[in-house]
């Protein structure tokens, strides 16, 4: 193979590589290799927290803007898998979007006072995937913060 073929078939795998990479980085992450996209009518940056009942692509969610330091009361409402389930101890997966704040889930109420070692997760803003092991199914509260 000449070095003028192996360089254009280098060029044209790093492109593609960016070409993926771009697309990933812009869509939200699926759980369990199902589809995760925006709910439908969403703005870019609309300033929300989804959380979502499940890995599937038909899971209610629930969004929030601000802190809150209980789940307690709070119920999925878009309609789909889950939906009217308790939030609290339900969440699989979450979405940021968010443009400037990073998201906390943590795993007891009121951001974990009085238990700091308690496990949390981060959401940074446009992130979207599973919680993490510690979280996962066992939420509690809250908090956003600066990225």
Known sequence: ?????????????????????????????????????APVGTADWDGQLYLYYSGSSNSSYRTYWNWINDFGPDTFTAAGEGQGQKVKNNVYRAWNNDERYRARIFYNEWQNSGTPNAPYDDFWPGEARALNSGVQNNNASLAWYRA
């Open 1 to 37: 193979m000449t070095t003028a073929r192996r360089m254009a078939g280098s060029i044209a795998v790093a492109a593609a590589l960016i070409a993926g990479s771009t697309v990933l980085a812009t869509a939200p992450a699926a759980a369990k290799g199902e589809a995760a996209a």
